[in-house]
């Protein structure tokens, strides 16, 4: 179920910030970006930052914020182009948009954080972890790999009528022919792939009205579509990565599979976790499951 794209509501991020609790909403200047980025941050201790998926924002985290927050100072991070954060027209390459988290590690002077990514959010996670290992902790992939030469092998569609197959990259990655066809009709695909990646009920239409808003401006639309274009970019970058120096959990849901394959050559000595739930947003879907692993692959590290 998604919402009409006539009827979305306005949805402000300082109202939802103070929905969960003892939150707050900040705006971060980083270097190389032309704007700032938005970030939720609440609690105290060792900092565990969240980078969400498309294509959601960080409102993926609602369920865990809290409960994480009674552990650790926890920063939820809109990555460029995402939501409240600036939306430059080029930059979308993972490891640029990486620099842009560890502007925001030295902005609020952490030396080192536990790193967790969803979807794009893991892409560029994992880009953090590769370029700058000295500043992540332990590095958690939730249900994606950063863009690798298997993507480029992947079926489109299936005609025995799976939905797993991700037409979605072809339609993102044509130069411009997204931003006509999404343009203030995001909420219609972030509802079909609710529909089919996700447990029904996970996503709630408020959820579903959140995230379709952060979607529909045009800059929106066109950096969201980016992400993807610098896929074949991103997959130069990862042939000359070394193994991952840091603790690595890899967290399966829909794109298991995928995401075990990455990590088999990017991560070699990683631990992996698969939920029974299905789903691919996972800290949505499964949140006792995403925490519990989550804090055993902190704790450990």
Excluded at 13 to 36: K, M, P, Q, R
Excluded at 139 to 144: G, H, I, N, Y
Excluded at 194 to 212: H, M, N, Q, W
Excluded at 248 to 253: K, P, T
Aim: with cysteine; hydrophobic share 45%; glycine share 10%.
């Amino acid at each position: 179920m998604s919402p009409d794209a006539r009827t979305i509501p306005t949805i402000c991020d300082d109202d939802l910030v103070t929905s969960l609790g003892a939150f707050e909403n900040l705006y971060i200047d980083v270097e190389g970006l032309d704007g700032s980025l938005h970030i939720v941050r609440g609690g105290g201790g060792p900092p565990v930052y969240l980078l969400p998926g498309w294509p959601l924002n960080w409102w993926e985290y609602r369920k865990v914020l809290p409960l994480l927050a009674c552990m650790f100072t926890v920063v939820a991070i809109d990555i460029r182009g995402m939501g409240a954060s600036a939306k430059p027209p080029s930059g979308y390459d993972k490891r640029t948009m990486a620099r842009d988290i560890v502007g925001v590690m030295n902005a609020l002077g952490h030396a080192a954080v536990h790193l967790v990514g969803s979807d794009i959010g893991a892409m560029v996670a994992y880009s953090a972890a590769a370029n700058h290992p000295d500043r992540v902790a332990s590095l958690t992939l939730v249900d994606a790999p950063h863009p690798f030469e298997d993507m480029e092998n992947l079926p489109l569609w299936d005609p025995d009528g799976t939905d797993l197959q991700p037409w979605w990259f072809a339609l993102q990655r044509a130069n411009g022919i997204s931003e006509i066809l999404l343009d203030q009709r995001y909420a219609a695909l972030q509802g079909w792939l609710f529909s089919r990646l996700s447990p029904k009920g996970a996503i709630t239409l408020f959820d579903c009205e959140v995230f379709a808003n952060a979607y529909a401006t045009p800059a929106a639309t066109h950096a969201a579509a980016e992400w993807f274009r610098a896929f074949p970019t991103d997959m130069v970058h990862f042939a000359t990565d070394g193994p991952l120096q840091c603790p690595v959990l890899g967290m399966g849901g829909a794109w298991q599979g995928l995401l075990g394959r990455f990590l088999a050559r990017a991560a070699p000595g990683h631990m992996s976790v698969v939920t029974q739930a299905g789903g691919h947003w996972l800290a949505l879907e499964d949140p006792e499951f995403f925490l519990e692993a989550l804090l055993r692959r902190i704790h450990a590290a």
